[in-house]
């Protein structure tokens, strides 16, 4: 039979990798066509204006310049910018491609110029004059939705978006029986995700067939071809879309932005090819940000810890227009908000709001950081004030792993879970009680160290149809090739998370070939004919089932073959380390090149057999998946400076069957590191007038090499029941899981001072001043 | 990404150097290691019209020893400063400063003139060039002037040097080892938030302390060394005097850090370098 | 940002006032003021050059005279901009008498935006002060006597 | 108005004549087609541009190509020797030192010169050494992984143990 681990499950390294550490790959930046032209946008620098006059006649008069394009030139032309997801009651803005009679956000198009090269668009840019007249603007959510705060889109008449809801159980007894009510205000600031390659894209069209192939840095290529031909006038059958080596996406890549749009329809209207590489700058302001949410929390609990119930409010500012997903994020945030614990009644009001900022959309994690970093600060908040352990709490309130698949309040199905067992773990790899010993012994010398404990689930898989705006299965194709070399399609469009890799692990096990057999194809929509692309941990979970059901077509298929060739039936035959050999004659058998061969070749094949070796599926699944696990952090805070330092930092995570550990290792950790920024140091920030503050690497720091501690890194296995492969996903679990542990550790230092909570980021400033607030020192 | 246009001319000598800078004035900028300038030109926060690149004038990059002093190039880079023997030995504070700015890649570059010369009240030089009681050695048409270091800083990225003047050496006094620089870094820039570099006497009873990033140009902590004149250094005393750090300046405040964070590191980073310096002594 | 700024110039009130409202002493006085023209009824259009050492920007803009209440007090508004950003200002100056001559003091809002937000914020505030400093210091040499008999 | 410059590039001399605002990264990629080097920021923070200089480790988006003038660059594309992999890109490619490739050119040249200073860097002297590099994928244990193996250290006993297969 198939012979499952002799890749799955080793930490190979990856076949992406030789093209990449040459120097060789090809990124949009790189792509040259002949007679190309480069565009610029002009932006406003404006976070609301009203734009009265734009004048391009000097732009358009420098040498080289090919066109100037405002507004009023393309908005009738092109259609809005598309956001796809379904929120009952939304009131939405309409965004057009370029700013039409308002900027609504510093950093929103107002002009575009395309020109021979791209340092005379850049200069042409400067050349056009625009006169703004300055609009009241609106950045604090909180106080666009209290009355007589200016508008951010006038026309809506509010500023509120959408009110959405999540309730369930009983929420008023489980307040009524509770023995204690823990309060808490929490902010989740707003980030930015900034993957180290900006967006990009060229474009060309051919008059000849009238066809349009758009090259983009974007994680969903399939997406975009989907929705640009409502802005574009190219149907989706004459449309390419090519993700070629993108640079890292982490959600900001998740889109259709209206640059790609533009790009398709200047390239339409000029005959030549266009291009357009984002600045960091303009990736800063213009790119979707993440997270951004503030609310206020109460949890009924008994007095041995029990959490009965959570009631949240929370406001989320999208910003100042909707991107692709932008409404659907903060409702994720309320859907997962009960974690990893057994609590029977919720109820959270969600509240999006629009400010004059750009707008807010899936960051690595999307909804969930936020949400479990919630649950796990209000769990320790809760043992706090019960004089709990932060540990017992954890154990009282999960559920038993006989309890899955486990239901949750908000009506997720838990697909498998054993989180008892994974603390259990951390807290070995931990060397939990020398850990605490060394707290002990810290705090007695008078220094201030803690220990933060995070356990978290997530959902992965994105995910079932029914739950995804436009279509959650996945697709992929087959092809034993007539020389029986493998070519496997997917429609999963991996950049970076190794899928080349992975999947050929799974194929070469299951077809029982050499792995440098098998070439795995993606990111061209006229080569992976269909897909939903990557993002939401969904790449080998969602990605990786569509090829196996592929493969289990063609061992059928090949069976019959096999059997014909080797005159039994098909009964007679059976599939082993890549040969199909009569069950009782084991020397009578035929391998994969023989069976293509014959397969293409078509002159011997049984009656009504179709020629070829291929096959193709989509795969629809049933379920999320809920990869979980446990981090464990500890941390010492220098008490003069404020400046915090990881000494521990132990993460156990339960992705389910990994197939390639190196992998999941290298995902764990990048997500470590987003949450180390996230929880110590990153913030978009931006002043009362709408300006940027953090447009750039010199203002918005990234986590560094130095930043990093050292891992101890394990983890448990619970297969996810849902699919064939038993994995679960494990793209954002770093992201997610470490953040809280990191926050609770630092919170768990500054107890003894008295401190209870403080906002993220944790900066050393922050922690100063309330250390200084609470120790009465004098604050400088 | 792209700076706007500008002719660019690479003399050859100081005085041809001179001669550009008279005939093009304030449109014209000196471009040294070029990683203040050219950021600040890609982001078109510059513009000048013509850059006159002083990186093929020999000789300016030399480290030397004369007359009892350690003599600087100005383009001396903050590698070649971090990593001169001659500088461990005689003046270890400018290798130690050096080592702390920016990353490899800039220390490569990045020029301890054009530093001076940008003035950027987050630079980490000032600190030391200060400590230390440099002289900074401008040309000019005039001929060539002398200024000490606590001259030489005027306020925010101004500096003393004319339009027509060229930095072309600093000189430092040798000095022991005893000597310090503790810096609390803006998380992204690199740049300073407060930058503390102290020298502590052969005695161990006077010190000196040049601060960076704090405020709107680098100073003395001149409070701190009264204090400390002719005292035992002992960590209560330094520690004591050390809280006059920010004395007598207006801290500057951004989202990185308010002005009272900094003027705290000011007195924390003080101490901290002061009784490291005494440890090395 | 706000910026609340005292200076004192040798001449009487009614001196100063028309001396900081006519524009050809203000193109004398503004560093980096390469053109004042008056284009209205207390109106200017200018063209400066401004900036630190390293970091210098074009910028047009109008400034406009409102609320003039000769020899006291007016307000000057200031609306700039250049490729790295916009400069909006305003100010009221309010002249009085100290002694022989007159004091002045300026209450300004900054507001900036585009990349001199973004990278400069933390420069404004110095720039600002610098630039008030130095009108003034020009000015109190257009309005000294012994400058005017150089 | 433009300016002749005579570089050599990976071994090769190239002569060319360009504008003196073309940075060295633009010339590179546009001029030499060596697209193997990347831009992450116009800031000089990101070091996806790093390029050697003279054997020295730059940021070529924050030098102008005239300032190359006369002086021998090598790029990632020059790296490999004779169709093998430089132990630095082997050590990438070894111990998964890379997720999304974008950085990674600019990684290994950094880590190049990391291994021109230290023979046997200590894992701080390399997190150190990578300070002007920022990833944004792999949270950087891979990629100092991948320099320690380089500079002939045994890979650190870490996480997932045993030997990579291929």
Redesign the interface.
């Given at each position: 039979m198939v012979n499952p681990t002799k890749h799955v499950g080793q930490p190979m390294k990856r076949v992406e990798d030789p093209r990449l550490i040459k120097g060789i790959a090809t990124y949009v930046d790189d792509l040259r066509l002949p007679g190309m032209l480069h565009a610029a946008f002009l932006r406003s620098p404006h976070a609301h204006a009203r734009i009265r006059r734009i004048e391009t006649g000097a732009a358009k008069a420098m040498p080289g310049v090919v066109g100037v394009f405002t507004g009023a030139d393309v908005n009738d032309q092109c259609g809005v910018v598309p956001c796809a997801a379904a929120i009952p009651d939304l009131k939405a803005p309409k965004h057009t491609v370029l700013a039409g009679e308002r900027a609504y956000f510093a950093g929103h198009p107002v002009a575009v110029v395309v020109a021979q090269n791209?340092?005379v668009a850049?200069?042409a840019a400067?050349a056009i004059d625009v006169d703004y007249e300055p609009l009241p603007v609106v950045t604090d959510p909180e106080r666009a939705i209290a009355g007589g705060s200016p508008l951010t889109h006038p026309e809506l008449g509010t500023n509120v978006a959408y009110v959405h809801s999540v309730s369930s159980g009983d929420i008023d007894e489980a307040f009524r029986g509770a023995d204690r009510v823990v309060r808490q205000r929490m902010v989740h600031q707003r980030l930015t995700p900034m993957p180290i390659e900006p967006r990009g894209c060229v474009a060309s069209y051919h008059p000849g067939d009238q066809t349009l192939t758009l090259w983009s840095s974007t994680q969903v290529p399939h997406l975009v071809r989907t929705l640009l031909p409502g802005m574009i006038s190219v149907p989706e059958n004459k449309l390419r879309v090519v993700a070629p080596e993108v640079g890292g996406g982490f959600g900001a890549k998740l889109n259709v932005y209206a640059e790609e749009a533009l790009c398709a329809h200047l390239a339409m209207r000029l005959g030549a090819p266009v291009k357009w590489i984002e600045?960091?700058?303009e990736n800063a302001a213009a790119t979707i940000h993440g997270r951004d949410q503030i609310g206020e929390y109460e949890v009924a609990v008994t007095r041995d810890g029990r959490v009965l119930g959570i009631k949240a409010r929370s406001v989320a500012d999208l910003g100042s227009y909707l991107q692709l997903l932008t409404p659907a994020i903060p409702t994720l945030t309320g859907l997962v908000l009960t974690g990893c614990y057994k609590i029977p009644a919720i109820t959270m009001e969600i509240v999006g709001v629009y400010t004059n900022k750009m707008a807010t959309d899936a960051y690595r994690g999307a909804g969930r950081p936020e949400a479990t970093y919630l649950i796990e600060r209000l769990m320790n908040l809760i043992a706090d004030d019960l004089k709990l352990d932060p540990i017992e709490i954890r154990l009282k309130n999960f559920p038993q792993p006989d309890e899955f698949p486990f239901h949750t309040a908000t009506d997720l199905q838990y697909d498998s879970g054993n989180y008892q067992a994974a603390l259990k773990e951390a807290q070995r790899l931990a060397d939990w009680p020398a850990l605490v010993r060394q707290r002990d012994d810290a705090r007695a010398a008078g220094r201030l160290f803690g220990i933060g404990v995070s356990t978290y689930v997530e959902i992965c898989g994105m995910g079932p149809s029914k739950a995804m705006p436009a279509g959650g299965w996945e697709w992929g194709c087959v092809r034993i090739e007539i020389s029986g070399k493998v070519t496997v399609i997917t429609g999963v469009s991996p950049h970076g998370q190794g899928e080349e890799t992975s999947f050929a692990q799974i194929v070469a096990d299951r077809l029982g070939v050499p792995i440098g057999d098998v070439v795995v194809l993606h990111g061209d929509t006229n080569i992976a004919h269909y897909g939903r692309d990557t993002y939401g941990s969904r790449g080998l979970v969602v990605g990786g089932p569509a090829i196996v059901m592929c493969i289990d077509k063609i061992i059928a298929k090949a069976s019959a073959l096999a059997a014909h060739l080797l005159s039994v039936s098909v009964d007679d035959v059976e599939f082993r380390d890549g040969r199909f050999v009569e069950k009782k004659k084991p020397d009578n058998s035929v391998d994969w090149a023989r069976l293509a061969g014959e397969a293409y070749i078509a002159k011997n094949l049984p009656p009504a057999f179709e020629p070829g070796l291929e096959a193709s599926s989509f795969y629809e699944p049933e379920n999320f998946t809920y990869p979980f696990g446990t981090h464990i952090v500890a941390v010492e805070v220098d008490r003069?400076?404020g400046d915090v330092k990881i000494v521990k930092y132990v993460a156990v995570d339960d992705c389910g069957v990994q197939i390639n550990p190196l992998l999941v290792e290298g995902q764990v950790q990048g997500g470590i590191a987003h949450s180390i920024g996230q929880a110590l140091?990153e913030r978009t920030?931006y002043d009362e007038n709408g300006q940027l503050?953090?447009g750039?690497?010199?203002?918005?720091?990234?986590a560094r090499a130095h930043d990093i501690p050292d891992y101890v890194m394990g983890s448990t296995v619970t297969p996810s029941p849902g699919n064939p492969l038993g994995a679960k996903g494990v793209g954002e679990a770093g992201t997610i899981g470490a953040t809280p542990a990191i926050a609770n550790a630092v919170m768990d230092a500054l107890g003894p001072l008295g401190i209870r909570h403080l906002e993220l980021p944790l900066t050393?400033?922050r922690i100063?001043?309330a250390i200084g607030q609470h120790a009465g020192v004098a604050?400088? | 990404?792209?700076?706007?246009?500008?002719?660019?001319a690479?003399p050859t000598t100081i005085d041809e150097a001179i001669a550009l800078l008279t005939k093009h004035g304030s449109g014209a900028?000196v471009?040294a290691g070029?990683?203040?300038?050219?950021?600040?030109m890609?982001?078109?926060?510059?513009?000048?019209e013509v850059?006159i690149?002083i990186?093929r004038i020999a000789g300016l990059n030399t480290i030397a020893e004369r007359d009892g002093r350690v003599v600087i190039g100005t383009m001396a880079t903050h590698?070649e400063i971090e990593s001169s023997a001659l500088v461990a030995r005689a003046c270890p504070l400018l290798g130690q400063v050096a080592a702390r700015i920016?990353?490899?890649?800039?220390r490569?570059?990045g020029t301890i003139g054009g530093s001076l010369?940008?003035?950027d009240?987050g630079a980490d030089f000032p600190a030391a060039i200060l400590a230390l009681d440099a002289e900074l050695r401008l040309a000019s048409p005039r001929g060539s002037r002398s200024v000490k270091a606590a001259a030489f800083f005027e306020?925010?990225?101004?500096?003393v040097?004319q339009p027509d003047e060229l930095l072309f050496e600093i000189t430092v006094p040798k000095t022991a080892t005893s000597a310090a620089y503790v810096k609390?870094e803006q998380?992204?820039?690199?740049f300073a938030i407060c930058g503390v570099a102290a020298i502590v006497d052969a005695q161990a009873k006077t010190v000196a302390v040049g601060v960076t990033g704090v405020a709107?140009k680098p100073y003395r902590a001149t409070a701190v060394e009264a204090a400390l004149r002719g005292r035992a250094l002992t960590p209560d005393a330094v520690a004591a005097a050390a809280a006059l750090a920010?004395n007598g300046v207006e801290p500057?405040g951004?989202?990185?850090?308010?002005p009272?964070?900094r003027?705290?590191?000011a007195?924390?980073n003080t101490k901290r370098a002061i009784l490291k310096a005494v440890a090395q002594g | 940002m706000h910026l609340h700024l005292i200076y004192q110039l040798p001449a009487p009130r009614e001196r100063v006032f028309a001396a900081m409202t006519d524009p050809a002493v203000l193109q004398r006085c503004i560093p980096g003021c390469e053109q004042m023209i008056k284009d209205g009824e207390d109106s200017y259009e200018a063209h400066l050059q401004v900036?630190?050492?390293?970091?210098?920007?074009?910028y047009r803009g109008r400034a406009r005279v409102e609320d003039r209440r000769p020899p006291e007090s007016y307000t000057l508004t200031v609306d700039g901009k250049g490729?790295?950003g916009f400069v909006r200002a305003t100010s009221r100056m309010c002249l009085g008498e100290k002694g022989e001559g007159t004091e002045v003091i300026c209450d300004a809002d900054v507001q900036i935006g585009g990349?001199?937000a973004a990278?400069?914020?933390?420069?404004l505030d110095?720039?600002a002060r610098?630039m008030a400093d130095d009108f003034f210091r020009a000015l109190s040499r257009e309005l000294t006597p012994m400058s005017a008999a150089q | 108005?433009t300016?002749t410059i005579r570089v050599r590039i990976n071994g090769t001399a190239r002569e060319h004549a360009v504008?003196?605002?073309l940075?060295l990264v633009h010339y590179l990629r546009e001029v030499c087609g060596l697209t193997g080097t990347h831009?992450g920021c116009?800031?000089?923070?990101c070091?996806a541009c790093?390029v050697l200089v003279d054997g020295?480790?730059?940021?070529s988006?924050?030098?102008?190509a005239?300032?190359a003038d006369g002086s021998d660059v090598t790029t990632i594309e020059g790296l490999a020797r004779n169709g093998s992999l430089h132990p630095v890109q082997e050590g990438f490619w070894e111990c998964h030192g890379l997720q999304c490739g974008y950085c990674t050119p600019g990684m290994i040249m950094?880590g190049v010169?990391?291994l021109q200073r230290h023979a046997r860097p200590t894992r701080e002297q390399i997190a150190e050494?990578l300070?002007?590099?920022l990833c944004r994928c792999t949270g950087y244990v891979h990629i100092i992984d991948a320099i320690e193996r380089a500079a002939g250290a045994r890979r650190a006993e870490r996480g997932v143990g045993g030997d990579l297969k291929w």
């Open positions: 791209a340092y850049r200069d400067d600045s960091r700058r003069e400076t140091f920030v503050l953090t750039e690497f010199m203002d918005y720091p990234l050393p400033e100063w001043r604050a400088g | 990404m792209i700076p706007a246009t500008f002719s660019y690479r900028k471009l070029g990683h203040s300038l050219l950021p600040a890609k982001l078109r926060l510059a513009q000048p850059l690149d990186g590698a920016g990353d490899a890649q800039v490569n570059r010369v940008h003035a009240p306020a925010m990225m101004q500096t040097v609390s998380k992204a820039s690199g709107s920010a500057l951004d989202i990185h850090a308010s009272e964070y003027a705290h590191l007195a924390v | 900036g630190f050492a390293g970091l210098k920007g074009k490729a790295p990349v001199i990278v400069g914020s933390r420069l110095a720039a610098k | 108005m300016q504008e003196p605002r940075l831009i116009e800031t000089s923070i070091g790093t020295k480790a730059v940021k988006c924050t030098m102008l005239v300032q950094a010169e990391i050494g300070k002007g590099n």
